[in-house]
């Protein structure tokens, strides 16, 4: 599929009219040691990912607004943006991601990587994989670890990007970073019904003949999903 049908469109405005959803603001403050403007942000240039998070240790007095909340011995954990916090008396500390849990969405911002043959996606010092059993993303160990499968023998040392299908994209309403991970996933499930690629898989779950074609009918129905929800997408 090259193109973007009109049925495709129309879909795509019935999905927009009954998907919405209500935005929701950011809330807490982040503090720590010294205060919130000292040292409560960290800024991950690993990969050229280049974004601003909490730095572990700070701490919020209110979670944003509808976190994952995963269940672990000790505890609870929170997850909501790409950020992961833990109680902390009557607050809420930022901690590192628990490994082996998993996610609905990946966070709003995120760097596609390949290592061993196999997609990443990194951001804020925690690497993700998909797990089609689960139907979500796996926190996952840094995957220089022994237990991954090795590159090839001629595969360069450093993690390589895979072809990029990653948009970038603008909240054009004040979206907070967690209705950015769901309008994303959404119409990533979307685009991908509509065009039949999925970026999670090698070359994109389509004959390699097919793939070129394929994934530029899924980013223009992604590009065309987020602009009908509100987004500038170059």
């Known amino acids: 599929m090259n193109l ?35 040292g409560s942000d960290h800024y991950d240039a690993r990969y050229s990912h280049n974004y601003y998070y909490p730095a572990h240790g ?15 011995p000790g505890g609870n954990y929170y997850y909501a943006g790409g950020v992961w916090y ?7 500390i930022v901690v590192g991601a628990p490994v082996g849990v998993f996610v609905p969405v990946l966070p709003a911002y ?5 290592f061993g043959g196999v997609p990443y996606y990194y951001a804020n010092d925690t690497y993700y994989t998909w797990s089609t059993d689960q139907n979500g993303y796996q926190v996952v160990d840094p995957p220089n670890q ?10 360069p040392p450093q993690a390589a990007p895979m072809p990029s299908d990653d948009l970038y994209v603008y909240p054009q309403a004040g979206q ?7 309008d994303k996933y959404a119409c990533h499930k979307w685009a991908q019904s509509q065009s039949g ?11 390699p003949d097919q793939s070129s074609g394929a994934r530029d009918s899924y980013k223009r129905a992604m590009s065309a999903c987020l602009e009908g929800k509100g987004y500038s997408v170059r």
């Open 4 to 38: 973007v049908s009109r049925a495709s469109i129309v879909a795509l405005l019935a999905f927009l009219a009954g998907g919405a959803q209500a935005q929701t603001p950011e809330h807490g403050h982040y503090g720590g040691p010294g205060g919130p403007a000292h």
């Open 58 to 72: 700070a701490y919020v007095t209110t979670l944003p607004h509808a976190p994952v909340i995963i269940a672990r």
């Open 176 to 182: 907070s970073a967690d209705q950015q991970a769901s």
């Open 146 to 155: 022994p237990n991954y499968v090795a590159a090839p023998p001629d595969a």
């Open 86 to 92: 833990r109680p902390y008396g009557a607050s809420f």
């Open 110 to 114: 995120y760097t596609t990587l390949w």
């Open 197 to 207: 690629f999925d970026p999670t898989q090698a070359s994109g779950g389509v004959p």
